[in-house]
C-alpha cells in the first residue's frame, strides 16, 4: 500500500498511559514486539476526557508538518496512511473468521 503512494513508511500515532513516570502500553501487542516507545517522534499529553476529540486532529496535523517537510503532499499522505489502515483491518478481519 505504502509503495502505491511512493512511501516508504508514515508516522503513525500511538496512544499509551502514562502513570508514576512510567509508560504503560495497553494496546494489546504482541509479546515480544518491538516496543513503540523506541521510535517516537514526538509527545503529547492529551487528557483522558479529550482524547477521542483531540487524537484525529493533531494526528493530522502532525502528518501534514511531516510531509510538508518532504515536499509531499499531505492530503495524499492522509489518504495513504487510511487506505493503510482499512487493509490492516480487512487483514484482521479476515484472520478472526475460521475456515469453514
Same mark, same amino acid.
Given at each position: 500500500?505504502?509503495? *502505491?503512494?511512493?512511501? =516508504?513508511?508514515?508516522?503513525?500515532?500511538?496512544?499509551?498511559?502514562?502513570? #508514576?513516570? $512510567?509508560?504503560? &502500553?495497553?494496546?494489546?501487542?504482541?509479546?515480544?514486539?518491538?516496543?513503540?516507545?523506541?521510535?517516537?517522534?514526538?509527545?503529547?499529553?492529551?487528557?483522558?476526557?479529550?482524547? *477521542?476529540?483531540?487524537? =484525529?486532529?493533531?494526528?493530522?496535523?502532525?502528518?501534514?508538518?511531516?510531509? #510538508?517537510? $518532504?515536499?509531499? &503532499?499531505?492530503?495524499?499522505?492522509?489518504?495513504?496512511?487510511?487506505?493503510?489502515?482499512?487493509?490492516?483491518?480487512?487483514?484482521?478481519?479476515?484472520?478472526?473468521?475460521?475456515?469453514?
Amino acid at each position: 500500500m505504502l509503495a *502505491a503512494y511512493g512511501l =516508504a513508511s508514515l508516522p503513525e500515532a500511538h496512544c499509551y498511559l502514562r502513570y #508514576a513516570g $512510567r509508560r504503560i &502500553d495497553v494496546t494489546g501487542l504482541p509479546p515480544g514486539s518491538a516496543s513503540p516507545f523506541d521510535a517516537l517522534l514526538s509527545e503529547e499529553v492529551v487528557e483522558p476526557a479529550s482524547l *477521542a476529540s483531540e487524537k =484525529a486532529p493533531r494526528h493530522r496535523d502532525f502528518i501534514a508538518r511531516w510531509a #510538508a517537510a $518532504r515536499g509531499l &503532499d499531505p492530503a495524499r499522505v492522509w489518504e495513504a496512511r487510511e487506505r493503510c489502515i482499512a487493509a490492516l483491518q480487512e487483514g484482521a478481519a479476515a484472520a478472526a473468521v475460521p475456515d469453514t
